[in-house]
């Protein structure tokens, strides 16, 4: 399946032993979570393999209704994206069609419609949320060759053979790698034009000419979740804040990343995380500010830690533990300390609705829980903290984990992710170390709100929450 390629070959996953079928009409792309028309391996795979047999590509992109915790805001920035792409694609002569799941039973089977006239299939690659479930799915429906492609990260996840320990333990083997692939892909443009491909029935809308707020109204979602008040989905205000990051807040970022009551981070998981922003491209964007006087190395390489080594090692986690959403992916020492201490007295304990609520007697967990309530994100520094106080305050660890996993995925547009998945898990010992003794947490590193007090300030922080508030 694979002759002479652009994408490196640890990037494509083959997903069956089918081969690519004689006579098919077009390479079909079936795109998942990279939901963007540039800086795209799955897609760059897609268009080759067309090119080689003389093809069209054809990119299918269908939003269902019945995904884990859909709601308003995870549908509106999903179709804000979504609006962009017909005339993306179509500047590369490439046909998108956009199919909107109204909830129908049953539910049109629009990707098996599709499949017969394809000469090979391609989809996105990763080790989380529903994805591997649709993957397989293909695998077993599919009567033609089906790869998935990783697109996740600056290094291919299978580069690495093994589940790392800690960032200490994943950095060498990253930075050994990075020269082989932190570089811009080389441009790869379809030979034959896809515009007037004819496709059998009415299965597609142009999602350019959704009204979103009217769509979100019509589907069976939960319409209790509203979009977020701070963050537009697509492309266009994905580049807008990396652009804003890069001119304004980089040079500051080593230090005032952890600086919630300011904006010095990128602000760029929501997009990262649906795909409408490549992370490589975000990354050499900020490689190439650091040249400037004004970046300076030191805080581009600080980024450049979150960007590739930390979201690596999130990403690893998820591919090689088969329960990286559960306390089952504790490594052994934080799982025994946890259960040695789960008799200690808490000093305070909420349900999960208070803590949904934000109904607890700390002013600054509030402000975060508040601020991923309107906005779908919490200042990455005081997540940490958000997620300490949920073990503390929970009558058990089973029960701080499921209401962390429960207000981050339903509210969080950056939730349902192997980064948030292990940053979560980080509250429990996760990629973590033993610490000194404490009640509740045993070894677990703790966090309290007088250290907060000293290291940042953190009332200007509640303030800025407040505001929002209006």
């Given at each position: 399946?694979?002759?002479?390629?652009?994408v490196?070959?640890?990037?494509?996953?083959?997903?069956?032993?089918?081969?690519?079928?004689?006579?098919?009409?077009?390479?079909?792309?079936?795109?998942?979570?990279?939901?963007?028309?540039?800086?795209s391996p799955?897609?760059?795979?897609?268009?080759?393999?067309?090119?080689?047999?003389?093809?069209?590509?054809?990119?299918?992109?269908?939003?269902?209704?019945?995904?884990?915790?859909?709601?308003?805001?995870?549908?509106?920035?999903?179709?804000?994206?979504?609006r962009?792409?017909?005339?993306?694609f179509?500047?590369?002569?490439?046909?998108?069609?956009?199919h909107?799941?109204?909830?129908?039973r049953?539910?049109?089977?629009?990707?098996?419609?599709?499949?017969?006239?394809?000469?090979?299939?391609?989809?996105?690659?990763?080790?989380?949320?529903?994805?591997?479930?649709?993957?397989?799915?293909?695998?077993?429906?599919?009567?033609?060759?089906?790869?998935a492609?990783?697109?996740?990260?600056?290094?291919?996840?299978r580069?690495?053979?093994k589940?790392?320990?800690?960032?200490?333990?994943?950095?060498?083997?990253?930075?050994?790698?990075?020269?082989?692939?932190?570089?811009?892909?080389?441009?790869?443009?379809?030979?034959?034009?896809?515009?007037?491909?004819?496709l059998?029935?009415d299965?597609?809308?142009?999602?350019?000419?959704?009204?979103v707020?009217?769509?979100?109204?019509?589907?069976?979602?939960?319409?209790?979740?509203?979009?977020?008040?701070?963050?537009?989905?697509?492309?266009?205000?994905?580049?807008?804040?990396?652009?804003?990051?890069?001119?304004?807040?980089?040079?500051?970022?080593?230090?005032g990343?952890?600086?919630?009551?300011?904006?010095?981070?990128?602000?760029?998981?929501?997009?990262?995380?649906?795909?409408?922003?490549?992370?490589?491209?975000?990354?050499l964007?900020?490689?190439?500010?650091?040249?400037?006087?004004?970046?300076?190395?030191?805080?581009?390489?600080?980024?450049?830690?979150?960007?590739?080594?930390r979201?690596?090692?999130?990403?690893n986690?998820?591919?090689?533990?088969?329960?990286?959403?559960?306390?089952?992916?504790?490594?052994?020492?934080?799982?025994?300390?946890?259960?040695?201490?789960?008799?200690?007295?808490?000093?305070?304990?909420?349900s999960?609705?208070?803590?949904?609520?934000?109904?607890t007697?700390?002013?600054?967990w509030?402000?975060?829980?508040?601020?991923?309530?309107?906005?779908g994100?919490?200042h990455?520094?005081?997540?940490?903290?958000?997620?300490?106080?949920?073990?503390?305050?929970?009558?058990t660890?089973?029960?701080?984990?499921?209401?962390?996993?429960?207000?981050?995925?339903?509210?969080?547009?950056?939730?349902?992710d192997?980064?948030?998945?292990?940053?979560?898990?980080?509250?429990?010992?996760?990629h973590d170390?033993?610490?000194g003794?404490?009640p509740?947490?045993?070894?677990?590193r703790?966090?309290?709100?007088?250290?907060?007090?000293?290291?940042?300030?953190?009332?200007?922080?509640?303030?800025?929450v407040?505001?929002?508030r209006?």
């Open positions: 399946m694979r002759d002479q390629s652009s490196p070959e640890r990037r494509v996953v083959p997903l069956n032993g089918a081969p690519e079928r004689r006579g098919g009409r077009y390479v079909l792309y079936w795109m998942q979570i990279a939901q963007r028309a540039e800086w799955a897609l760059d795979h897609a268009i080759e393999r067309a090119n080689a047999l003389g093809l069209p590509v054809l990119v299918y992109h269908g939003l269902r209704a019945d995904y884990p915790h859909a709601s308003d805001r995870l549908h509106a920035f999903v179709l804000e994206g979504a962009e792409l017909p005339a993306r179509a500047a590369r002569g490439i046909r998108y069609v956009f909107l799941d109204r909830g129908e049953p539910r049109r089977k629009i990707l098996l419609d599709l499949l017969p006239a394809a000469a090979l299939v391609v989809t996105d690659f990763s080790p989380a949320f529903v994805v591997p479930a649709h993957n397989g799915a293909l695998a077993r429906h599919a009567r033609v060759a089906a790869a492609v990783d697109g996740n990260g600056v290094v291919p996840l580069e690495m053979t589940a790392e320990w800690a960032a200490r333990t994943i950095r060498p083997k990253i930075h050994r790698l990075l020269p082989a692939h932190f570089r811009a892909p080389e441009r790869v443009e379809p030979k034959r034009d896809s515009l007037s491909l004819r059998p029935g299965a597609f809308v142009d999602p350019a000419r959704l009204d707020a009217e769509t979100l109204a019509s589907l069976p979602i939960d319409h209790s979740v509203p979009p977020s008040i701070e963050f537009r989905g697509g492309r266009a205000a994905a580049v807008a804040r990396l652009d804003r990051f890069l001119a304004r807040r980089l040079a500051g970022y080593a230090d990343r952890n600086e919630p009551g300011e904006t010095w981070t990128s602000e760029l998981s929501p997009y990262l995380h649906f795909g409408q922003i490549s992370i490589l491209e975000v990354a964007a900020a490689r190439k500010a650091a040249a400037t006087a004004r970046a300076g190395r030191a805080n581009a390489d600080a980024f450049l830690e979150e960007a590739i080594v979201r690596e090692l999130a990403f986690m998820a591919l090689f533990e088969p329960n990286h959403a559960t306390l089952e992916a504790l490594p052994e020492w934080a799982a025994a300390t946890l259960r040695a201490h789960r008799r200690d007295p808490r000093p305070w304990t909420y999960a609705r208070d803590f949904e609520s934000a109904a007697h700390d002013a600054i509030n402000a975060a829980q508040r601020e991923l309530l309107l906005t994100k919490i990455g520094y005081v997540r940490m903290y958000w997620g300490k106080k949920i073990i503390e305050w929970s009558p660890i089973e029960d701080a984990h499921r209401t962390m996993v429960h207000l981050n995925d339903r509210h969080g547009l950056d939730g349902r192997p980064n948030g998945h292990a940053n979560m898990l980080w509250c429990f010992g996760k170390r033993p610490w003794e404490r509740v947490f045993g070894t677990v703790t966090m309290t709100a007088d250290g907060l007090r000293r290291k940042c300030d953190i009332e200007a922080y509640v303030r800025r407040e505001a929002l209006g």
